[in-house]
């Protein structure tokens, strides 16, 4: 791509239909269309969108056993495998429809167990090709109860043929070690699918691409209290509070500047477009380049460990410098 050539960037704000997987993918499938019929080379999608984010983490206490139970189990049943059929699904959209895709999931561990979920971020290629997923590294306070922590093996920035693409999840985001690490790769658009919204939040996207010299895109479910299901017992018990909207979503997209280029969506669902300039993924860092001139690597260094951490070992032989299996 030169210098002068545009692309244009959707960032999604919607509500999946709560704990449905096939009926989220239906939607999902939509959405992809809809942004790539309006020109989008990229979409990017809000945290946990298939098939709900655990909402009853911030209003159930950690104590409450058997509720927490029932739900993790109709949450366990609407996530997702990588691979899986869920996924080939969002691959067969993508390629369809000629956009790269980034997707938050529930995905289950079913390299092991398969009943550990993972807040996921899933990278889906214009071709239909899965880069990869990244599992959040540190699930949030009232999250703990619901997402295991992921490591350092898949931590990526993605070249596509528009720019280099990464990303972190939610408060992810306020880990500064992380940002850098994306940035040292290269990073020039980074996705930033949340639950979070407010204006502390906003402040924070305008800052990571400020500091990162990048486009943000930040995409949140915009749910509203009759998006969940009424059969779900903790609506009516923890929620009768609640008449409206429990998140208003407040997505946006900002430019290597720190500008609000498009957004904050309040208390809706739509698609989020903004128009990006080849030259702009460049000519920023003139100034400020993070991980380039404005690094110091003689006086700071950081050190990231792309190791997997497997749930087993297998030792074949009588020796542990025998092959070893990991799963």
């Keep these: 791509m030169t210098d002068t050539e545009s692309f244009r960037i959707a960032a999604v704000q919607a509500a999946p239909v709560y704990l449905d997987l096939k009926a989220t993918l239906d939607k999902a499938c939509d959405l ?30 950690s104590g409450k056993t058997h509720p927490l139970r029932d739900l ?71 999250e703990r109860l619901v997402w295991g922590q992921g490591d350092g093996s898949d931590l990526e920035v993605y070249d596509l043929p528009f720019g280099r693409v990464g990303g972190l999840l939610c408060w992810e985001n306020y880990m500064p070690l992380a940002r ?32 990162g010299r990048c486009f943000v895109l930040s995409s949140c479910q915009a749910l509203h209290i009759d998006d969940i299901p009424d059969e779900l017992d903790f609506k009516s018990e923890y929620l009768g509070g609640i008449d409206d909207w429990v998140n208003p979503g407040l997505s946006l997209i ?30 920023p860092r003139w100034q400020l380049d993070s991980a380039g001139h404005y690094a110091r690597p003689d006086v700071f260094e950081l050190r990231f460990h792309r190791r997997k951490a497997p749930f087993l070992r297998v030792v074949e032989g009588d020796d542990e410098l025998d092959s070893v299996e990991s799963v």
């Design 32 to 61: 992809i269309a809809r942004a790539a019929a309006d020109g989008a080379s990229l979409v990017a999608f809000p945290e946990a969108f298939l098939a709900g984010y655990p909402v009853w983490v911030w209003f159930i206490p």
């Design 72 to 142: 993790y189990t109709r949450l366990h049943a609407s996530a997702v495998s990588i691979p899986g059929p869920a996924i080939e699904r969002l691959q067969k959209a993508a390629a369809e429809a000629g956009v790269t895709v980034v997707m938050g999931v529930n995905e289950r561990n079913s390299e092991a167990s398969d009943s550990t979920l993972y807040n996921t971020l899933v990278f889906i290629g214009p071709d239909g090709h899965l880069l990869g997923k990244h599992r959040k590294f540190v699930p949030t306070a009232g």
């Design 180 to 211: 850098y690490t994306l940035s040292a790769w290269g990073e020039q658009i980074h996705v930033a699918p949340t639950w979070d919204r407010g204006e502390p939040w906003i402040s924070s996207m305008r800052h990571i691409a400020k500091e």
């Design 254 to 283: 900002v430019d290597p500047d720190g500008k609000v280029v498009a957004g904050p969506l309040d208390r809706e669902e739509g698609i989020l477009f903004a128009d990006v300039e080849a030259h702009q993924l460049v000519g």
